[in-house]
């Protein structure tokens, strides 16, 4: 990375997510380790240098979602996601529709997992408010077992 883009956070979250890209791509072994590790570090180091930054935030928790139990980050997705609906809630204006339906709709599944189904249903209900997305209008309609 240039120096000059080390301000960059989305740049780096991005650059990490690259990473834990490249690492699915690897044979096993500690290439694949270290490249999973390296694009995680990028990741968390782009969300402490800039923490109320939206859309860097959603990068990580989109991409941290993903990755397998092993890599030990389901539980810093999930709170990414309910950080990401809190402040969706608050400041809707400083997101688009389509992000406001992601986040709605990963908070939901968050909430789910957690057992937390009517903080759940309320998520789903709100990503719905913001159909950006026919497909995922869908599927936040099937989370809510069709109503």
């Known amino acids: 990375m240039l120096t000059s883009d080390r301000g960059n956070q989305l740049a780096r979250v ?8 490249r690492s699915r791509d690897l044979g096993f072994g500690p290439k694949k ?11 968390d180091e782009a969300v402490s240098a800039a923490p109320n930054d939206l859309k860097v935030r959603m990068a990580r928790a989109l991409t941290t979602q993903s990755l397998p139990f092993f890599s030990g980050r389901a539980a ?5 996601f309910q950080m990401l609906a809190d402040a969706a ?4 204006e400083n997101l688009n529709e389509g ?5 709605f709709y990963n908070a939901g599944l968050a ?11 309320a998520l789903f209900r709100e990503g ?3 159909g950006a997305d026919t497909a995922l209008s869908v599927m936040l ?6 109503r």
Not at 14 to 21: E, V
Not at 33 to 43: C, V
Not at 76 to 80: A, F, G, L, N, Y
């Open 14 to 21: 991005y650059l990490g997510s690259a990473y834990t890209l």
């Open 33 to 43: 380790l270290k490249a999973l590790n390296h694009g995680i570090a990028l990741m």
């Open 76 to 80: 810093s997705s999930r709170k990414d």
């Open 89 to 92: 809630h608050r400041s809707p």
């Open 99 to 103: 992000e406001l339906q992601v986040i």
């Open 111 to 121: 909430a789910k997992v957690t057992g937390d189904h009517a903080g759940a249903a």
């Open 128 to 130: 719905l408010k913001h």
């Open 141 to 146: 309609h099937a989370e809510l077992g069709g």
